[in-house]
T-cell receptor
């Protein structure tokens, strides 16, 4: 089966600009996650969707980050405006409802200058 | 915060077994131990998980102590492609949300 797809793979922007990341989960996976991974650290959960509803967004900086999952399939994560400290890899993962294993995409590496 | 403690780094000779320890002394009775790994420039990859019995799959074995306060991930015959950061995660029991809290993991370097 095809894995989790993410685009773009790399993005360079200046601070205060906006950026959006896209994720296409594995077909049939109802749960979708966005993680932020700063260099040298483990991934940190930003938001979790179950179908198109938000389950957990407690770690999402809502003043600048937003995410949506229309129709319960693809998802987009947006940052507006970006700060220098947002430089990180943004990982998308998905999970089948009856399984424990999360499948991760390759990530989008964001550099904010 | 992560509920596990792992060594920062380890080396292993190619072809030898790699034994990666993890301490989770505050684990609750209904929490599982999960292992993921992350090869450079890739997303994390699930390896194995267990509750209290030892587990084995095609990738690795997981040995959990009887008191469940620590565990060891064993890669029986490490190859250069096993060089990665290995994360030991105790999954909080919160229904079926599948939330994972990653620590900093152990960087395993497999050497020829």
């Amino acid at each position: 089966e095809a894995g989790v797809a993410q685009s773009p793979r790399y993005k360079i922007i200046e601070k205060r600009q906006s950026v959006a990341f896209w994720c296409n989960p594995i077909s049939g996976h109802a749960t979708l996650y966005w993680y932020q991974q700063i260099l040298g650290q483990g991934p940190k959960l930003l938001i979790q969707f179950q179908n198109n509803g938000v389950v957990d967004d407690s770690q999402l900086p809502k003043d600048r980050f937003s995410a949506e999952r229309l129709k319960g399939v693809d998802s987009t994560l947006k940052i507006q405006p970006a700060k220098l400290e947002d430089s990180a890899v943004y990982l998308c993962a998905s999970r089948r409802e009856t399984h424990n294993e999360q499948f991760f995409g390759p990530g989008t590496r964001l550099t904010v200058l | 915060d992560a509920k596990t403690t792992q060594p920062t780094s380890m080396d292993c000779a190619e072809g030898r077994a790699a034994n990666l320890p993890c301490n989770h002394s505050t684990i609750s009775g209904n929490e599982y131990v999960y292992w993921y790994r992350q090869i450079h420039s890739q997303g994390p990859q699930y390896i194995i998980h267990g509750l209290k019995n030892n587990e084995t799959n095609e990738m690795a074995s997981l040995i959990i102590t009887e008191d469940r306060k620590s565990s060891t991930l064993i890669l029986p015959h490490a190859t250069l492609r096993d060089t990665a950061v290995y994360y030991c995660i105790v999954r909080p029991y919160s229904g079926n949300t599948g939330k994972l809290i990653f620590g900093q993991g152990t960087t395993l370097q497999v050497k020829p």
